[in-house]
């Protein structure tokens, strides 16, 4: 079992952008603004110059990210970090003295399924969970007021098989709300799936957001799909040759969002079909054109359709 506030993550290692996208004097400023709310809440921290504080309370040491309150106050004005930090640190203290979240009393209910980064974990815990896509794997986890608890091993936290708590967290995933806007250029649309925490885990029951959030019933040359924060999924509908531009457009608003927003995932886009999930670009790894055998071979056949 790991659990964390949404805005708190084990720190990076030493790197010298680790409160990215701050500057550096903006990043100092939101140093100084977690020790002395940490001081408020009566516990004794130092910040270890790579994106963490260590805390030290009675009877305990651990550290407490500042990498995602970063993403969260840069898009805010300067008048309103505190506030911010403050409850960022209300939620902390709470959860130091409090302990993690109870277990779920009825977990058939409770339970979400929810995308995690593969690096982000310590390899123990991934015996279990399976890989989505590359880089991702798939979680079933608890939300208790802003802390997030995942379940690596569920027989033995919750006496639930893993294919059990995870059948329950699919189910509840597909539940939940979208918030749906667009962002268009030049007659491409790209679909932005808000509403939640869970928003981009919701690419784990794809063919329930295209059918009650997009209105749309088995594209028939699939979508394009990212997930490059918790709180986004982008979504483009294939229908002809206009998908070229229209990756050009998921590609920045991702590599955007995985650079700057809280919680980020992959800047990765994905070709969707009935055969997978698909890399429609290569790897950095790989010497080879910049459009991944998949995206190729999807052109060819809308090519011979137009």
Excluded: C
């Excluded at 790579?50 to 004005?77: D, K, S, Y």
């Excluded at 209300?90 to 209910?109: C, K, M, N």
């Excluded at 962002?183 to 329930?208: C, K, P, W, Y």
């Amino acid at each position: 079992m790991l659990t964390h506030d949404n805005s708190t993550e084990r720190a990076l290692g030493n790197e010298p952008e680790a409160l990215a996208p701050l500057t550096r004097a903006e990043a100092a400023h939101l140093v100084r603004l977690s020790l002395e709310a940490a001081a408020t809440h009566a516990l004794p921290a130092r910040y270890d110059g790579a994106g963490a504080l260590i805390l030290q309370p009675p009877g305990g040491r651990f550290e407490a990210g500042l990498t995602n309150l970063a993403r969260i106050v840069a898009g805010q004005r300067p008048h309103h970090w505190p506030r911010l930090v403050g409850e960022h640190f209300d939620r902390l203290a709470h959860a130091v003295r409090h302990g993690p979240p109870p277990l779920p009393a009825d977990p058939q209910r409770e339970l979400l399924q929810r995308l995690a980064v593969k690096d982000s974990l310590d390899p123990r815990l991934l015996d279990a969970a399976p890989e989505f896509v590359p880089g991702l794997v798939s979680v079933p986890a608890t939300s208790t007021n802003g802390t997030i608890t995942m379940y690596f091993a569920p027989e033995t936290d919750l006496g639930l098989s893993w294919s059990t708590a995870e059948s329950y967290g699919l189910r509840n995933l597909r539940a939940l709300t979208d918030t749906v806007t667009y962002a268009e250029h030049n007659g491409i649309q790209v679909a932005m799936i808000t509403g939640s925490d869970f928003a981009a885990s919701r690419a784990l029951v794809l063919d329930t957001v295209l059918r009650e959030s997009l209105q749309v019933e088995n594209p028939q040359y699939g979508v394009l799909a990212a997930m490059p924060a918790r709180n986004l999924l982008l979504i483009h509908v294939i229908t002809d040759l206009s998908v070229i531009p229209a990756l050009g457009l998921m590609l920045n608003l991702a590599g955007r969002s995985h650079a700057t927003d809280p919680g980020p995932l992959t800047p990765w886009v994905h070709l969707v079909t009935p055969t997978g999930w698909h890399l429609a670009t290569r790897p950095d790894t790989d010497p080879g054109p910049g459009l991944s055998p998949h995206f190729i071979n999807l052109i060819h056949r809308l090519d011979q359709a137009s």
